[in-house]
């Protein structure tokens, strides 16, 4: 099993996981929409709005240092 560890891959997964992690604690990990499009469209909203939020925390007029 060491053989095949790949730790690229490892480290995208365990990267991704701490994505999902932030979103549920910034944004809820429950969603309201009823239906499922409705629900698609919630989550897709949620991946916007913590994509906006990593882009404004990363800009350097908005920084405090």
Do not use: H, P, W
Request: a positive charge.
């Amino acid at each position: 099993m060491a053989k095949r560890f790949d730790k690229t891959v490892y480290r995208k997964m365990n990267l991704i996981e701490t994505v999902f992690s932030v979103v549920k604690r910034k944004f809820g990990g429950f969603v309201r929409g009823f239906g499922f499009r409705n629900q698609v469209k919630e989550i897709k909203l949620k991946c916007i709005a913590y994509s906006l939020d990593r882009f404004l925390k990363n800009q350097s007029i908005l920084r405090v240092d």
